[in-house]
């Protein structure tokens, strides 16, 4: 692992234009050099378990939001004065989601070439996304909702989410599937609670209040956790072209991976989003689903972590192919199937774990790229793959309305129901999603 941790730390002096040794790693030859001080050190000890934890806690708040969406799906598509103009609501979210997904494009060449930008930038995130929820509550028409829950919100998450997500390969080195599972668990575990809070919140108190209460729930529990959210490795005033390290661009291995990404994805979004409308369909209460997006997010949260740790053993299209197999199966022979709640919630669990966790493949795209490319750029590789799921999010939306306004199918059971358009694009972008086991046994990705 010795030659594998000094690949991976040369890539960040690189890219933060430092040229500080780990002493975590050994190097004999350096022996007579004494630092004047010495950094934490990566995958143990205090520091690095407090990053973890801010990390989880913030990833939660800023993404477990918009996972959560499909209860305000419920609610504005049933309540004025959106409900007369449903036109556009599913847009809300998959706006949110997908600028968050992309916004790594244009972030990761600014930390280039402004060092010190990631770790000063993130004290603003906040502060955006809890203003963009209290325009929100202001809000007479959707388009108001998608530029400020969706486009404000996002622009705000962002800014506080991508700094998080490059430190983290200075913490973690030698468990770095594990620690990125973990940090993505964090959405999970938002998900799991989030629902149930905001059905509560806008039965109460209606969605105004709402977004208000949870525009500062975001700020108060957040804005503490920034500190933590710092750098391992010293930062240089030195920058770098934005071109550095971009190599991976050019590979077939990466852009098959990717095309992986970006298809899946396209169908990824939509049952967090249907569910609770799939289930007020079948007479169900608005409480029931919440406890069905909960249930998703919450199996999300185990599978993150596992995958995680399958990424660190294993090929990663090997991963990717458990996790197309079992999504696949979940949308196919439970959601189509389902005419009452047993289904939904086994489907829920089902599709959570197996889908949820194909996030974690990241890491894995990130571990096989540097394998053989040790200049390739981790910074870069974590915005485009990112930025891949933020395509899908980003047409998942104005898609599935299309999908729901078809009328080819009626008949019994989630088929039959108004939305078996819907679940066969979602299972179908499933199983094309996992496109690069194929590629893997034909010889295209190494």
């Known amino acids: 692992m010795e030659v594998q941790n000094d690949i991976i730390l040369g890539d960040l002096s690189n890219f933060l234009g430092s040229n500080v040794q780990d002493h975590g790693t050994e190097h004999p030859q350096d ?55 449903p036109s556009g609501i599913a847009i809300i979210g998959t706006t949110a989601t997908g600028i968050m997904y992309m916004a790594g494009l244009l972030l990761y060449p600014a930390y280039k070439k402004w060092p010190n930008l990631a770790n000063t930038s993130k004290w603003v995130g906040i502060p955006i996304m809890s203003a963009g929820l209290i325009a929100a509550s202001f809000a007479n028409d959707v388009n108001q909702l998608i530029a400020n829950q969706g486009v404000i919100y996002a622009i705000g998450g962002s800014i506080v989410y991508f700094p998080a997500l490059l430190f983290v390969d200075e913490w973690f080195i030698q468990r770095k599937g594990l620690a990125f599972g973990v940090l993505w668990a964090g959405t999970g575990a938002a998900g799991l609670i989030i629902p149930f809070l905001l059905n509560t919140l806008l039965s109460t108190y209606g969605f105004r209040t709402a977004l208000r209460i949870w525009s500062l729930t975001i700020l108060i529990l957040s804005m503490p956790l920034l500190y933590f959210l710092r750098p391992r490795l010293p930062i240089s005033a030195i920058s770098h072209s934005p071109r550095y390290g971009l190599g991976f661009l050019k590979s077939p291995s990466f852009w098959l991976l990717q095309a992986g990404v970006v298809v899946e994805s396209l169908g990824y979004f939509l049952p967090s989003i249907y569910l609770p409308t799939f289930a007020a369909h079948l007479g169900l209460s608005p409480a029931t689903g919440s406890l069905l997006v909960a249930l998703l997010n919450g199996a999300a949260v185990f599978a993150t972590i596992i995958m995680g740790m399958l990424i660190d053993r294993f090929h990663v299209t090997t991963v990717i192919l458990l996790s197309t197999i079992g999504a696949t199966a979940s949308v196919f022979l439970l959601w189509g199937l389902s005419t009452a709640l047993p289904l939904l919630v086994v489907f829920s669990i089902m599709y959570g774990f197996f889908a949820g966790g194909f996030v974690s493949t990241n890491a894995g795209i990130i571990k096989l790229v540097k394998r053989y490319d040790q200049s390739a750029d981790v910074g870069m590789m974590l915005g485009v793959t990112s930025a891949g799921r933020g395509v899908g999010s980003v047409l998942s939306g104005p898609l599935s309305e299309a999908l729901l306004r078809g009328e080819a199918w009626r008949g019994k059971a989630g088929y039959g129901s108004g939305y078996g358009e819907l679940i066969v694009f979602t299972g179908i972008t499933a199983a094309v999603g996992g496109m690069s086991f194929f590629g893997k046994r034909l010889g295209w990705i190494q």
């Open 31 to 85: 022996e007579p050099n004494h630092h004047e001080f010495s950094l934490p050190p990566a995958d143990r000890g205090k520091d690095a378990i407090l990053f973890l934890v801010a990390g989880f806690v913030v990833e939660a708040l800023v993404w477990g939001f918009p996972f959560s969406f499909g209860v305000f799906q419920e609610y504005y598509t049933t309540h004025e004065p959106f409900s007369s103009q």
